[in-house]
């Protein structure tokens, strides 16, 4: 069974950091485009990035200069490291790929999701 896996959310104080990571797991060739969502209480699910497989990023405006997202081609892998967070960006993270699966079939994925808070 094809799963994204991830970890590193937590507690945090306001000017923190915290490193997401997500695993791909199960029967895949491979991913392609990767990236982070989150979902503030009340709010929808908003991009904060994503990576291209030959390592094009792009951010929201809201945490550029202030996140990074990178990625592990021969482990699936993608990573947000989150500097200077502040409290608005507390939310539930989720990890989001395109995976081609062994038969050859590119799917879209989500996580479960991270609970990230930054709080004093």
């Known amino acids: 069974q094809v799963q994204l896996v991830e970890s590193g959310g937590g507690l945090v104080q306001p000017g923190g950091s915290l490193r997401l990571s997500c695993a791909a797991s199960?029967?895949?060739?491979?991913?392609?485009?990767m990236g982070w969502y989150r979902q503030a209480p009340g709010k929808e699910r908003e991009l904060v990035g994503s990576?291209?497989?030959?390592?094009?990023?792009k951010y929201a405006d809201s945490v550029m200069g202030r996140f990074t997202i990178s990625r592990d081609n021969a482990k699936n892998s993608v990573f947000l490291q989150m500097n200077s967070l502040k409290p608005e960006d507390t939310a539930v993270y989720y990890c989001?790929?395109?995976?081609?699966?062994?038969?050859?079939?590119?799917?879209?994925?989500w996580g479960q999701g991270t609970q990230v808070t930054v709080s004093s």
């Open positions: 989001n790929a395109d995976l081609l699966d062994n038969g050859s079939r590119l799917k879209n994925y």
């Open positions: 199960g029967m895949i060739l491979g991913a392609e485009t």
């Open positions: 990576i291209s497989r030959g390592g094009f990023s």
